[in-house]
């Protein structure tokens, strides 16, 4: 069966500090990433998404930047952190783009920026 | 961490009974959705989906409804149990995984 691992779970950064968060899928090939951010009381925004190594779709323009490195890892990533850059990211993956893939999500990361 | 749902609609329901949630969305050329289930704390678990070709889906203890004329969907849950205790939200496409769109979700409270 499929698992998606997302690192590390929760985080406190200083403002200006890097930030690397890591994702991994594990039992499928060439799955589709994603990037999400979740804020309080909010639905989920698409920050990220990719369809391949190396390809990366920007959904909103921000502070953040994403790699996918080989197949099955996803990372996102900032040179200096911002205030408002604080919120639980969620890593998610799915098996195409055609109507009816599911996106499955990993636990998230807790993301809080002082 | 912080609660993601701090400010959300909430449904409370007696354990046993069963819980009807709601989701009203907007794009008329949505033809795939799905119900999700977030505990504190941790990323959204799939619950069940449905097709714009459907009215209704059932799966374990839970049943999706689909009315395309309103623009309407629902999460029923049978005999709800403490466990089922969570943020529950909807998510709509009008094609690819990449473009769904996720309403801001219920919180449904189970008390004994």
């Known amino acids: 069966s499929q698992t998606i691992h997302q690192w590390p779970a929760t985080l406190v950064q200083p403002v200006g500090s890097p930030l690397s968060l890591e994702c991994t899928v594990e039992?499928?090939?060439?799955?589709?990433l994603y990037w999400y951010r979740q804020a309080a009381g909010r639905g989920l925004q698409l920050l990220f998404y990719?369809?391949?190594?190396?390809?990366i779709s920007s959904e909103v323009p921000q502070n953040l930047s994403a790699s996918r490195p080989q197949d099955r890892q996803f990372i996102l990533s900032s040179k200096k952190l911002l205030l408002s850059d604080s919120g639980f990211y969620l890593c998610?993956?799915?098996?195409?783009?055609?109507?009816?893939?599911?996106?499955?999500f990993g636990e998230g990361s807790w993301l809080t920026v002082v | 961490g912080e609660s993601v749902g701090l400010h959300l609609p909430t449904l409370s329901v007696q354990e046993g009974d069963n819980s009807i949630i709601n989701c009203a969305y907007s794009n008329s050329a949505s033809d795939y959705f799905i119900w999700y289930k977030q505990e504190s704390g941790k990323g959204p678990q799939f619950i069940i989906d449905i097709r714009s070709n459907m009215d209704k889906r059932q799966g374990q203890r839970v049943t999706v409804l689909l009315n395309k004329t309103v623009k309407h969907l629902s999460l029923q849950i049978a005999a709800t149990q403490p466990g089922d205790s969570a943020v529950y939200f909807c998510a709509e496409t009008p094609g690819t995984a990449s473009k769904l769109t996720f309403g801001t979700g219920t919180r449904l409270q189970v008390t004994l």
């Open positions: 990719s369809v391949g190594i190396g390809q």
């Open positions: 998610a993956w799915s098996v195409g783009t055609r109507v009816g893939n599911t996106i499955y």
């Open positions: 039992g499928t090939s060439n799955p589709n």
